[in-house]
Each structure stands twice: as C-alpha cells, then as structure tokens.
C-alpha cells in the first residue's frame, strides 16, 4: 500500500556531495513525518535526520551542520542533501514514512564515500 522508492546513491570522493531522493506512493505523505537511516554492516540501523509534516527536523550529531532534509509535499518527495562526506558516511540509506507510529520503509540506496 505505502511505497518508498530512494534514489541518488552512488559512489563519492571525501569532501564531496550528494542528494538522496525518495518518492513515496501515498496520499498520507504530507501528514505523516518523514526520516533517513542508514546501516552500516554489522552495525544497526540508526536515524540520520527527520522532518515533521510541520517542518521540523532533528538531526544526528554527526551529520549536523553537514547534512539538510527537505520535502515537497507537492511532490510527495522527501530529500538528504549530503554535503562534506565522510568516509564513516558510508552505508545504505534507508527512507522512512511514519504515520500514527506506523513506521513504513523504502529499500535502501547505498552510499560509499571514499578515501
């Protein structure tokens, strides 16, 4: 019923950047309140940054400052703009839609950062 579909992954340099897209297939969208995790191997799945349907947004320590979660309603389309990359940022991100505490997951693009 509820599908989240990420793009934008790929392989970059240290220093570079790069903008995560996920574009989900529900009319709930704009009510529900939108997030990235990423997991690395052997690690678990941790909250990179959120975004309400209000606007607010929290962030991980070590992503702030360097990392900016959007959303266009319009386009039920929810974005990580990732700027300064890190080699410990890589690993696959995950989107997510939470709705009512329902949470509703996408398949993950990897990231991989490199030097």
């Known amino acids: 019923q509820v599908q989240l579909v990420e793009s934008g992954g790929g392989l970059v340099q240290a220093g570079g950047s790069l903008r995560l897209s996920c574009v989900a297939s529900?009319?709930?969208?704009?009510?529900?309140?939108m997030g990235w995790y990423r997991q690395a191997p052997g690690k678990t799945r941790e909250l990179v940054a959120l975004i309400t349907s209000g606007g607010s947004t929290n962030y991980a320590d070590s992503v702030k400052g360097r990392f900016t979660i959007s959303r266009d309603n319009a386009k039920l389309t929810v974005y990580l703009q990732m700027n300064s990359l890190k080699p410990e940022d890589t690993s696959v991100y995950y989107c997510?839609?939470?709705?009512?505490?329902?949470?509703?997951w996408g398949q993950g693009t990897q990231v991989t950062v490199s030097s």
């Open positions: 529900t009319s709930i969208f704009s009510i529900s309140t």
């Open positions: 997510n839609l939470n709705f009512a505490g329902t949470y509703y």
